[in-house]
């Protein structure tokens, strides 16, 4: 009989850990936590992680099984990214060896061994200096610039969070470069998180030309290879800097000194499925863990690091002007209610694009709407294409053509003849990129328009093509969905049409607003941002909105403060804390009931929680099935997080029905 039981994390959703025998001819006393061992686990073979070696278990020992084999000599993990991991576990209530395995880059979840390759030998770090390569050619950092780099480096080694608003080009990011500059002296290693790597590639070419050190970036466009090779080099203190999407919150680092999230606002930095966590807050808390400093970068802040500000628990760094000679654009409302048959481009927007178009300069469109029309309508019977799967219209493609789910990705031919009526009265309505396209190319048949959506840019390569077409064309119209509102530096365009912007103004969801601004603001972020002055068209049917109107005339502060008094007054986040169980099951009422018993046990368990629903998700019906949602609301985090608990416990012991499929969305950013 063995004395010694492994106590394992393994990667099941099942929120315990399981115990399991050495093997005979292992000394369990020399094994260290925070190993990858391999064992059996009912038919399959699993990869999981040490947690504690332990004299005691509450399993018979004669149904404990022996490992199969201990993959790692060292911990796989850093201290501080195990512990990030048992925080994030208990905060958003996901089995802990889902965490640790999904910290993992895949192929070390498979087991393979955690080697780096030769090339980049550990020697390498020794001959490293944070050589800047023409410090001659860097400009001077104005006051603002200067006090912000100043502030974050005087604080010693310890946690901080700093909130950076700057205007877009601002210079955030040259603030940002000379603050890496002083830690990559001091021998420190610096993690940059960004939204959307594989959209900036400028970005990291600018990472890469100021500094001649090993920089990582970790994106969805490297091999399971590539990935495995940057975050050993990490771990191993050879890549003195990483800049990745939210999942790099994981990577451990020999000697980390600095977290920076730049455009902290950005919704990407939460997961939206599975492990459904956010990689500012886990940022936040990873830097805590390790007592460095973080710097939270935006145009834009969101208002939960605005309130954080203002409740002092960061320091406020701010660069109100652009950098260098160039000015913030002006912005005009252009009234679109009664202006039919334009094709989305309003005889204002036309002529300025012409004005602009003639100086060589180039225009951006910008329309969150892909596709050519987001309805096909029969005009005799007006039959609208559904989704078989979900409860949302058919997007109309032409190019392939196609009609489309954007939900669940179905794709359907178009039909010639009205499926309802069996007319030939079918008709596109409403406009996307594709169809703006199209009617701009009639417009200027001249001149290059350069379109950018999902749509086009999904094949590797295909968006470097098209920035570099960008960059080489004097005159152009870049005509695209938000992925052109996101960093892009085009030095050229000097005006921005918003040619709808009515989409975040009437939403259901309390953060549309939110939402709104920070968009029309990013995008208008794009223009003029060299020598040439810019201007900013939004074409809207509500010129008269008052958040509109705020925003464009007293700017984002004032917007942001007025969205804030606001979320006060309903107690909405960040004044009260949410989580939303949502559930999905072929029949409605399955879903319904599952969530109602949830709610019962609520109820009965906790007083100072509020839970309201189950109501209908976003989209009541999707890839056919049924979804409910049931909101919890709160004051304060530890009300919340006690109601959760405690339910979750409870419903560990019911038996929830296999037809229903359910998840817990701590802090959502989607209701
Ligand atoms: P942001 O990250 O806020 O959008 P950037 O750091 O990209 O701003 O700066 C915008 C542009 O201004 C870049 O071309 C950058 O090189 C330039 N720039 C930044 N700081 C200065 C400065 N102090 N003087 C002159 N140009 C600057
Ligand atoms: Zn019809
Ligand atoms: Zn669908």
């Not at 008052?546 to 986040?573: D, I, M, N, V």
Request: glycine content about 4%; proline content about 6%; overall charge positive.
């Amino acid at each position: 009989m063995s004395s010694y039981f492994l106590r394992i994390a393994l990667p099941t959703p099942l929120n315990r850990l399981f115990d399991y025998l050495p093997t005979a001819a292992l000394d369990p006393t020399g094994l260290v936590p925070g190993i990858r061992v391999q064992v059996p686990f009912q038919s399959r073979t699993l990869v999981g992680i040490l947690t504690a070696i332990v004299t005691e278990t509450a399993v018979a020992q004669t149904k404990l099984k022996p490992i199969i084999a201990v993959l790692d000599d060292q911990p796989i993990l850093s201290v501080d990214v195990y512990q990030l991991c048992q925080w994030a576990a208990n905060y958003y209530h996901y089995a802990l060896g889902e965490v640790l395995t999904s910290a993992l880059p895949v192929l070390l979840r498979k087991g393979k061994p955690a080697t780096l390759k030769q090339k980049s030998k550990t020697k390498k770090k020794l001959e490293i200096t944070a050589t800047i390569d023409d410090p001659a050619l860097l400009p001077t950092l104005n006051t603002a610039q200067q006090t912000a780099v100043t502030e974050v480096l005087n604080t010693k080694q310890s946690f901080q969070v700093f909130l950076l608003d700057g205007v877009t080009g601002s210079g955030k990011t040259e603030v940002y470069l000379r603050i890496i500059a002083e830690k990559l002296a001091q021998q420190l290693q610096v993690l940059v998180l960004v939204p959307e790597i594989s959209l900036t590639p400028q970005t990291i070419e600018r990472f890469r030309a100021r500094f001649s050190v090993p920089i990582v970036a970790l994106h969805s466009h490297l091999s399971e290879q590539q990935r495995l090779q940057g975050w050993l080099s990490a771990k191993l203190g050879i890549a003195q800097i990483v800049i990745g999407t939210r999942s790099a919150i994981f990577t451990p680092f020999a000697q980390l000194g600095l977290i920076i999230i730049d455009e902290e606002h950005d919704t990407s930095f939460k997961q939206q499925d599975r492990f459904r966590y956010h990689g500012r807050d886990l940022a936040i808390m990873r830097a805590s863990l390790t007592s460095i400093p973080i710097v939270l970068g935006s145009a834009t802040p969101s208002l939960e690091s605005l309130l954080n500000m203002q409740r002092q628990r960061s320091t406020y760094l701010s660069l109100p002007m652009r950098a260098g000679d160039a000015t913030l654009p002006t912005f005009q409302l252009v009234d679109v209610r009664r202006m039919t048959g334009t094709q989305g481009l309003s005889p204002i927007l036309l002529n300025a694009m012409h004005a602009h178009l003639s100086q060589q300069q180039q225009v951006m469109l910008f329309l969150n709407r892909r596709g050519y029309a987001p309805v096909l309508y029969c005009i005799t019977c007006h039959w609208t294409a559904k989704c078989q799967r979900c409860d949302t219209r058919m997007v109309f493609h032409k190019n392939p053509p196609r009609l489309h789910c954007h939900h669940c990705d179905a794709r359907t031919l178009i039909p010639t003849q009205c499926p309802q009526c069996s007319t030939n009265t079918l008709q596109p309505v409403g406009i996307g990129t594709q169809r703006l396209e199209q009617t701009l190319t009639q417009h200027f048949p001249n001149i290059p328009i350069i379109r950018l959506d999902r749509d086009n840019t999904q094949r590797k390569g295909a968006l470097q093509a098209l920035l570099m077409q960008i960059n080489q064309s004097p005159q152009a119209i870049l005509l695209g969905t938000q992925m052109l509102a996101k960093g892009h530096h085009f030095p050229r365009v000097t005006l921005v049409g918003v040619t709808d912007a009515d989409q975040g103004l009437f939403s259901a969801d309390f953060r549309a607003a939110e939402h709104m601004g920070q968009l029309l603001l990013q995008v208008a972020g794009r223009a003029g941002r060299a020598e040439k002055p810019g201007t900013v068209l939004i074409q809207t049917r509500h010129p008269e909105h008052p958040l509109l109107q705020l925003l464009l005339q007293q700017g984002y502060a004032a917007f942001a403060e007025t969205l804030l008094a606001e979320r006060k007054q309903f107690s909405l986040p960040p004044y009260a804390y949410f989580a939303i169980f949502r559930a999905e099951a072929a029949r409605e009422e399955q879903a319904v009931n599952f969530l109602m018993n949830i709610k019962r046990l609520s109820a009965d368990l906790v007083k100072t929680v509020h839970v309201s629903g189950p109501i209908p998700g976003f989209l009541p019906k999707r890839k056919g099935m049924h979804c409910q949602q049931l909101l919890i609301k709160a004051t304060q985090r530890s009300l919340l997080q006690d109601c959760l608990k405690a339910v979750l416990m409870q419903l560990e012991k019911l038996a929830v029905p296999t037809s229903v499929k359910w998840v817990l969305d701590v802090d959502p950013i989607e209701l």
